[in-house]
């Protein structure tokens, strides 16, 4: 969804660019308002032994204070946008309630005799440097979160009048240097119709909200706040990741342009929704999405998804931390997605970090390398109460639909057959408490590991099903870590050695009769669709919203096509040559704008 505010600008030349991430697609022209995180100053102030009681009591007044304030914020974003992005307040209340949080401001009191602003700043410091430290980026993302409920305990000790975002009585786009989940759940359509901020991560809780809200968001512009001034005119291009300030007329232009022509084209494309999802000549291509939220359902069946691809199980240990989800939590959830997606399937991935603890219960120590370390399935197996919780909870849930289950980072035959073999034992106490499940529940692996793709003909004998994880596996394959810029100019998606791997794996399905997709990133790309579906890739799963611009690649290409298109691929010797094969083949052969990626 798109969102223009009609203001006036001036006619100054001085247009400034800057590149962030964009986690919320959508366009935003509008004023820049700044917001500033002003909390009053902290001092050390000792107190005296009489004092130390009265002093813990007006600290727990506060924590008491902070924790109705959010059950409050939670019933508001409940009713307004659902129960699982409610859960994120859970997961604050948790860490108010939490004794590595409470118990040590108070030992802190106590001990040292200080003013209960000062032990709160400072559990507050050692706790976000403990997060920070995590090798994980969804952990290291917890740090707004012990930010959020901190400042919020110690507005309530000072006293100070709270005002939020929602008070601003005309359309604005915020400029932060960072802003909390509580910030983000006041935005409204109005007035707050984007935002742009120096810091934050695609799997934030306050990316995830935004993108709740269909709110063109960017994150991750280094020193926005000290290069933009009140109510400038900015762009903010949640597609692109990019922030215009000042921009002139023929710029707005261009960007309402864009807008009208997403609008246009979007409209357009749900006209299909409907559609069967087919070649021109009849080959069948399955369209799945990927979610991680139950409420994302809702787009699934917007957009025209056949069935969940990937449901990504992170979250709800996420929303969880510091604890770790009950089996009951599991159940209800996985329940939910099976029945709201049925007749089509869904697929579960299992747990999919590591690097470090999720929660004192998981795991140790810090990994020198965490992405070669104990994470996913490894991890999984490592602490195998913890994954036998999430698997006893898949197993009681496959009776209410047609659900699968996923493993990740799937290296060997051998890891695949231990996992099978807990299965069978969890099965076996099922049986023993008279608990029904589906015995013929599939399950299947991510082919994400240059390995476990260089040997797919041997896993298509162990597993139900594959997916092609492109992102880890272009990554592994490459040597290329994306996010490092001096080496991301090298991440290929059409290098010859991944479509090598990815036909190879597609063969080793077809050979072995078991179902092929692909969940990576690359899925949702209209020029890669057209050498996917010529490899003989037939299930594609990506993000919702890109599932019509796919479908519209599908209904208008030839199978025998794009065959022809991946078998010159195939013999290419390099990406670049690829893809202006591609390019050029695709602008001759099919309909006009069908390798138009972005407008």
Request: hydrophobic letters at 40%; one cysteine or more; proline letters at 4%.
């Amino acid at each position: 969804m798109s969102t223009i505010a009609r203001s006036s600008h001036s006619n100054r030349s001085d247009v400034r660019s800057y590149k962030g991430i964009g986690v919320s697609p959508g366009i935003a022209i509008g004023r820049a308002i700044m917001v500033e995180k002003r909390i009053a100053s902290v001092y050390r102030v000792p107190i005296r032994e009489d004092e130390v009681a009265s002093e813990v009591t007006r600290f727990s007044e506060a924590l008491e204070k902070t924790r109705e304030e959010l059950l409050e914020l939670k019933q508001k974003v409940s009713r307004s946008m659902g129960d699982e992005y409610a859960s994120i307040f859970d997961a604050h209340a948790m860490i108010v309630g939490d004794a590595s949080f409470a118990d040590k401001v108070v030992q802190k009191i106590e001990e040292e005799q200080v003013n209960a602003e000062w032990a709160l700043s400072e559990v507050q410091e050692e706790l976000q440097a403990r997060f920070a430290s995590f090798d994980n980026d969804y952990l290291r993302e917890r740090v707004a979160d012990v930010k959020d409920v901190a400042e919020r305990v110690l507005t309530n000790l000072q006293g100070i009048a709270h005002h939020d975002l929602s008070e601003i009585g005309h359309d604005v786009i915020i400029i932060a240097d960072d802003l909390t989940p509580s910030d983000t759940v006041h935005f409204n359509r109005r007035p707050v119709i984007g935002f742009a901020t120096e810091t934050g991560g695609r799997t934030s809780h306050t990316s995830i909200i935004a993108k709740s809200l269909f709110m063109p968001a960017v994150i991750g512009v280094p020193k926005l706040t000290k290069m933009v001034d009140n109510d400038e005119l900015i762009i903010v291009d949640g597609y692109e990741g990019t922030i215009i300030v000042n921009p002139n007329d023929a710029l707005v232009k261009e960007y309402e342009s864009r807008v009208s022509r997403h609008d246009e084209q979007e409209k357009r494309l749900l006209e299909n929704r409907d559609l069967p999802s087919i070649t021109r000549d009849d080959r069948p291509i399955s369209l799945q999405a990927n979610i991680e939220l139950v409420e994302e359902l809702d787009d699934t069946i917007k957009f025209g998804a056949q069935g969940i691809g990937l449901y990504r199980s992170e979250f709800l240990y996420i929303s969880k931390s510091p604890v770790l989800p009950t089996e009951e939590e599991h159940f209800e959830l996985y329940k939910r997605l099976a029945e709201t997606s049925a007749p089509h399937s869904c697929v579960v991935r299992t747990f999919d970090l590591g690097g470090k603890k999720l929660a004192r219960e998981v795991m140790g120590s810090k990994e020198d390398n965490p992405v070669l370390g104990l994470r996913a399935l490894r991890l999984c197996m490592k602490h195998r109460d913890m994954f036998k919780t999430q698997l006893r909870a898949l197993l009681r849930a496959s009776i209410h639909g047609n659900l699968k289950i996923m493993f990740p980072l799937v290296s060997g035959v051998q890891e695949l057959r231990q996992v099978k073999t807990l299965i069978r034992e969890i099965k076996g106490e099922l049986d023993a408490e008279g608990i029904p499940y589906n015995p013929k529940l599939p399950v299947g692996i991510m082919i994400e590991v240059p390995s476990a793709a260089v040997i797919a003909d041997l896993l298509a004998t162990e597993a139900d099903f594959f997916a092609i994880g492109t992102n880890d596996l272009i990554q592994y394959s490459l040597a290329i870590d994306r996010a490092n810029e001096n080496v991301s100019y090298l991440y290929e998606p059409l290098h010859p050695a991944l479509l090598r791997l990815i036909k190879g794996v597609i063969d080793a399905g077809k050979r072995a009769k078991i179902p092929v997709s692909m969940c990576g990133e690359m899925a949702a790309d209209p020029l890669f669709a057209v050498v996917l579906i010529g490899l003989g890739l037939e299930i594609f799963s990506m993000n919702p919203s890109a599932i019509p611009v796919i479908k519209n690649v599908v209904r208008s290409v030839r199978y025998k096509d794009c065959r022809k298109i991946a078998d010159v691929v195939l013999n290419k010797k390099t990406a670049q040559e690829i893809e202006e094969f591609i390019i050029e083949t695709v602008a001759m052969k099919f309909p006009e704008g069908l390798v138009n990626r972005s407008l």
